[in-house]
Nanobody, 114 residues
Framework: QVQLVESGGGLVQPGGSLRLSCAAS????????MSWVRQAPGKGLEWVSS????????SYGDPMKGRFTISRDNAKNTLYLQVNSLKLEDTAVYYC???????WGKGTLVTVSS
């Protein structure tokens, strides 16, 4: 069955960086676009970024542009999100999702705090 397992979250100070990873299995990873979606405490879901199946095309939500970078390694069935210049408002659970948002991982928590 489809499995998406996120890792790499943690506590970081404002201005810091993290690299989130999502290990995918149970489907042909290289054939699907993928996305990151986040949910801040007490708030709704927010689209973060998407990448097409071969990694040649990416897109970002406006608050993330210039600070976040999505990438993938199809040989390793892994999706990444490099998050830089973190702000307090980036605190959220970050989810890895398949292209149609039909499969979700359990998420990894990023906490930005001084």
């Amino acid at each position: 069955q489809v499995q998406l397992v996120e890792s790499g979250g943690g506590l970081v100070q404002p201005g810091g960086s993290l690299r989130l990873s999502c290990a995918a299995s149970g489907f042909t990873f290289s054939s699907y676009p993928m996305s990151w979606v986040r949910q801040a405490p007490g708030k709704g879901l927010e689209w973060v970024s998407s990448i097409n199946s071969d990694g040649g095309s990416t897109s970002y939500g406006d608050p993330m542009k210039g600070r976040f970078t999505i990438s993938r390694d199809n040989a390793k069935n892994t999706l990444y999100l490099q998050v830089n210049s973190l702000k307090l408002e980036d605190t959220a659970v970050y989810y890895c999702v398949t292209g149609a948002w039909d499969y979700w991982g359990k998420g990894t928590l990023v906490t930005v705090s001084s």
